[in-house]
Structure formats: C-alpha cells, structure tokens
C-alpha cells in the first residue's frame, strides 16, 4: 500500500470530463485507489463517486493498494496536475 499526501489546494472542481478522465485513469490499474479526507472515502475509479463530493481544501492523502501501485499512483498525481488552476 502507498499513502501520498496531496495538496488539493487550487483544485479545479471535478466536471464530468475531467471526472471521466480520472476514473478511466485510475481504472487501467488493479490496485484500488482511493481519496481519503476526513470521514471520507472515495473511490477513484468511480466517475459517480468524483461527482458526488465536493473536493477537499487543503491535504488529502491518496491511497493505492495492489499490485501496480505505484504505476497508478505516479499516473494518477500526473493527471490531478493537470486539474490545478
């Protein structure tokens, strides 16, 4: 398992392309990937579940678990960059 702390600060709100693009990202992966802030728990494969939160302020931690992990969470953090505005 892989925990990243990530600064969601500057975040641009998910819509539903870059929800899509996350969740199909996140999906090429076997590990689980999650979104932990809080009390919550998202699944990053779920583009329902990226629209159903209001992004965190502030850190985050971005958890993968599985056999690619770290493939996923390198691919995933490239792609939430591209989110910062």
């Not at 925990?3 to 709100?13: D, F, H, I, R, S």
């Not at 819509?15 to 996350?22: D, G």
């Not at 678990?65 to 505005?85: H, S, T």
């Amino acid at each position: 398992m892989i925990k990243k702390m990530y600064n969601m600060t500057g975040m641009k709100p998910f819509n539903r392309e870059s929800a899509a693009e996350v969740a199909i990202a996140a999906s090429k992966f076997d590990s689980t990937f999650t979104m932990e802030s809080g009390n919550s728990i998202i699944n990053m494969k779920s583009m329902l579940g990226l629209l159903s939160h209001a992004l965190p302020k502030g850190e985050i931690a971005l958890v993968a678990d599985g056999a690619d992990e770290a493939e996923a969470m390198e691919a995933v953090c490239q792609l939430l960059e591209k989110y910062r505005g």
